[in-house]
Nanobody
């Protein structure tokens, strides 16, 4: 059974930092690209970042470039999202997803990130 379990969210002040983790199981992690997708209150899903299966290539949505770093540890079957200089508009539920044929195939349960004073 494929499982994706996110953690690391929380309440942080503007300008603060968080590191999200996604522990995976039930599949060969190093064979799949992975992404982070978020959903802000009252809004639709937004792709945030993606990383190739070997970790050598990554991409970001323009709104987080320079503030966010995606990474993975294939030995630990874990995906990360390091977020710095957080802004109120980063407030959302963050999901990690396993990618297949360019689209998210499996999703975690999400972790809430709230950026507020």
């Amino acid at each position: 059974e494929v499982q994706l379990v996110e953690s690391g969210g929380g309440l942080v002040q503007p300008g603060g930092s968080l590191r999200l983790s996604c522990v995976t199981s039930g599949f060969t992690f190093n064979r799949f690209a992975m992404t982070w997708v978020r959903q802000a209150p009252g809004k639709g899903l937004e792709w945030v970042s993606g990383i190739h299966s070997d970790g050598d290539s990554s991409r970001y949505v323009d709104s987080v470039k320079g503030r966010v770093t995606i990474s993975r540890d294939n030995a630990k079957n874990t995906l990360y999202l390091e977020m710095n200089n957080l802004k109120p508009e980063d407030t959302a539920v963050y999901y990690c997803t396993r990618v297949f044929l360019g689209s998210p195939e499996y999703w975690g349960q999400g972790t809430q990130v709230t950026v507020s004073l």
